[in-house]
């Protein structure tokens, strides 16, 4: 029988929880390990419906769906818009890409531990320990952003140019581009640490208000300053640049502004300080380590297929950079219910309920299936009609609808792939998610793509099959990880 609100849940639960509601895990006792994995032979937890376990999930992965949806549809816009300046300006941008990722990397793996330390503890119901970890995050990700915004901005340069910048127009808008983000990186970064820790305890509604607004923000000044209307200059790449960086820093005021308030469970207090605390610092690194070499796995190879198709020219590269701006539309959904899985997961074992875990992970996959069947058949039948957002040239619209129709067929694989992989990391299981990242990212992909291009002579059509092939790849071996159940024995101290 499902106990009362007040057994289970401290204040501070209840302060939250009565705005929006309660999870199906907040009904029950905390179990043993060993009891969970006996219970976990069931479909279902005891007492537990399908439409309870839907119910949490649609509740913390729609905010992150729209935010993160809305988010891509901001950046498909400025490429749109940057598109008007011609090919050359579409692979300036899209050439500073990775090289922007990459300078990302340490406090994105960070932030995963960030994630899965804080769901660990809201499960347990330790909101003291969740503000600890928030607070020694923010202190990583200042430092790691500070040293990798510095050194991105020096050699920005360079960097397009090692990127396979062709001529002198693509090399200079690049590197003006580039140089604007990364003088804003650790503002970005430190909103992403605030994001990652809030969906830890499952509050995605706040994220998805203040990435909203910056949202809005950057498509009014990509209006402003692109081109120069209402007597604003006109900064054409540049501009865009400068647009996306106003945007992040109004999402950071808003950020700061929603944990030090400290209505969403976690709360910000300067006057408790950054010391850090070694403990904690272990726990984050111990998660997030994996996972940063999965990130620098996932950008090398990313860098080494991205200058392989760079070799094809700029009105290739030009059509490859849309397709990837409209397949990391189709991203959005599987990363938004990664974040449930994240946190559903997380929060489960941390109450000592594995039984809750595999069963909030199993339905969450199945939500993600549906609609990435959709979203593959509108890519399939509508490649065409979307490419032509972008571009009035036939060239890149025709290549670009046969490029859709591949990124349709791996729709449901992909889905499954965000989802079991934001269960594992939810977990703290981020070690395999890292050797399959390795195997598939920087091995299978750049491989292949090379062995397509240059040997087949398939072009850009071979490029994007080696894609599909890692893509295809990698949904297995994270579905073989998932299955045998090791995540579930994952410990954190």
């Known amino acids: 029988m499902a106990k009362s609100e007040t057994d289970y849940s401290i204040q501070a639960d209840q302060e939250v929880e009565t705005k929006q509601g309660r999870l199906a895990l907040d009904f029950v006792e905390p179990g043993t390990d060993q009891e969970g994995v006996e219970r976990v032979s069931q479909e279902l937890p005891q ?30 816009v400025d490429l749109m818009m940057v598109g008007g300046l011609g090919p050359w300006a579409i692979t300036a941008v899209g050439l500073s890409v990775q090289p922007r990722f990459l300078s990302m990397t340490m406090f994105i793996a960070m932030n995963v531990g960030a994630t899965a330390m804080v769901a660990r503890y809201r499960g347990a119901g330790k909101p003291e320990k969740a503000n600890e970890i928030l ?12 040293l990798c915004g510095l050194a991105g901005y020096v050699y920005a340069e360079k960097l397009i140019q090692f990127m396979g910048a062709s001529d002198a127009e693509t090399l200079a808008g690049g590197t003006i581009y580039l140089q604007i983000q990364m003088l804003t990186l650790p503002i970005f970064a430190l909103t992403s640490t605030i994001t990652a820790t809030l969906r830890g305890v499952g509050h995605t509604r706040v994220a998805m208000t203040y990435n909203l607004v910056a949202n809005l923000v950057n498509v009014v000044f990509n209006y402003l ?11 054409e790449v540049a501009g865009a640049s400068l647009a996306t960086s106003i945007g992040q820093v109004v999402a950071f005021l808003m950020a700061m502004g929603a944990v030090m308030r400290g209505k969403h469970y976690l709360h910000l207090r300067l006057r408790d300080g950054f010391k850090p605390i070694p403990h ?15 990130q620098l796995a996932m950008r090398t190879g990313a860098i080494i297929y991205v200058r392989t198709v760079a070799t094809l020219g700029t009105l290739a590269y030009a059509t490859h950079q849309v397709g990837m701006n409209i397949q990391a539309l189709s991203f959005m959904t599987g990363q938004a219910f990664a974040v449930s899985a994240t946190s559903l997961v997380g929060q489960s074992l941390g109450k000592k309920r594995s039984d ?4 909030y992970s199993n339905h969450t996959r199945r939500l993600g299936l549906v609609i990435s069947v959709i979203l593959g058949i509108t890519f399939f039948f509508f490649g065409r009609q979307i490419v032509s957002l ?26 499954s792939q965000f989802i079991l992989a934001g269960a594992l990391r939810g977990a703290g299981d981020t070690r395999a998610t890292a050797v399959v990242t390795f195997l598939t990212v920087l091995l299978v992909r750049p491989s292949l793509a090379i062995l397509t291009i240059n040997a087949f002579g398939w072009g850009l059509d071979g490029a994007w099959i080696a894609l599909v092939c890692d893509q295809l790849l990698r949904s297995g071996l994270i579905l073989l990880r998932y ?11």
């Open 135 to 146: 607070r020694q995050a923010l202190l990583l990700t200042l430092i790691t952003s500070v």
């Open 280 to 294: 904690h610092l272990y726990n984050i690194f111990n998660i997030g380590v994996p996972s940063m070499f999965e």
């Open 483 to 493: 299955r045998s159940g090791k995540w579930k024995k994952t410990r954190i101290k």
């Open 356 to 359: 809750f875990a595999q069963s």
């Open 47 to 76: 007492g537990i419906t399908s439409k309870m376990l839907y119910s949490d999930i649609v509740r913390i992965a729609w905010p992150s769906l729209v935010e993160l949806t809305l988010t891509q549809l901001t950046s498909m």
């Open 225 to 235: 300053l692109i081109n120069g209307h209402y007597g604003f200059p006109r900064l």
């Open 390 to 415: 972008y571009t009035d040239d036939q060239t890149i619209i025709e290549q670009g609808a046969r490029i859709l129709k591949l990124v349709a067929l791996i729709q449901p694989a992909q889905s």
